[in-house]
């Protein structure tokens, strides 16, 4: 068994579709830096990063793809999943392989795959968009703190950055550390913002509630309005606690307004 190993990174990946091309083979497995070699591994090849051979890889997937075949591979790529890496090297291997467009052919064990994953990041775009809840702070500015099992920030940042053009609104994932900023009287784009010290953040990683020194009064009121009117509308006999868990799972209740006391 042939097996290649990455940095995790999606450049990294693109040099070991390379590489495997230069060197005329076709591993069975592409795992990341230190992780497990299986039973029967025969032979590895580390794969050097290298961002020329990546761009290489990418240009001449944009010649053979549609955008939506293109976007299918970068958002799955977003699931931060190691189960992701092989089939998708196969699967992009495959594409310079028979020159054409395979996302369709669902037979493929490696599309369908690729495909799966990409559905399952999808998901989980759609529920940061219907989940996500904001705090306004005393300087005005809008905070939403987050933590999705897939690295979906970079996928709906257009979103916001279209339905709150006229605020200063901050995005962050508290699962990977890391923020989008937007400021509204410059107008531009969101600015990925981390930082150094997230001891001294004036919010809360664990439910993402803004200290009470820089909570703006009406937002206090707000909130309370909030959970007042979602406790009214509750009809108690159609009451479907699966179905809710379904729709709204409680990975996510820590953040919501609604389901904080």
Request: hydrophobic share 40%.
């Amino acid at each position: 068994m042939l097996v290649y190993t990455f940095d995790r990174t999606l450049d990294g990946l693109l040099t070991a579709v390379f590489d495997s091309y230069a060197l005329h083979q076709l591993p069975d497995m592409l795992l990341c830096e230190g992780g497990m070699l299986p039973l029967f591994c025969e032979e590895v090849h580390a794969v050097t990063t290298a961002g020329d051979k990546a761009e290489r890889v990418w240009k001449g997937l944009e010649k053979l793809l549609p955008r939506d075949a293109m976007r299918l591979i970068t958002v799955s790529w977003q699931s931060e999943l190691d189960e992701l890496n092989t089939p998708l090297f196969h699967y992009i291997y495959k594409v310079f392989q028979y020159k054409k467009d395979l996302s369709r052919n669902f037979s493929d064990p490696d599309v369908l795959a690729v495909t799966n994953i990409a559905r399952k990041v999808a998901h989980e775009q759609l529920r940061m968009k219907q989940f996500m809840r904001f705090q306004k702070a005393k300087d005005g500015t809008y905070l939403g703190v987050v933590a999705p099992d897939h690295n979906v920030l970079p996928l709906v940042i257009n979103h916001f950055q279209d339905r709150f053009q006229d605020q200063p609104w901050l995005v962050y994932d508290a699962k990977r550390h890391y923020g989008y900023y937007y400021e509204a009287e410059k107008a531009g784009t969101p600015i990925r913002i981390t930082f150094e010290d997230e001891g001294k953040v004036p919010f809360s990683l664990d439910d993402g509630k803004l200290n009470d020194d820089v909570l703006s009064e009406n937002d206090r009121l707000f909130q309370d309005l909030w959970r007042t009117y979602f406790k009214a509308i509750c009809i108690r006999e159609r009451m479907n606690p699966r179905k809710q868990l379904n729709d709204m799972p409680r990975r996510y209740w820590k953040y919501m307004t609604e389901k904080q006391l």
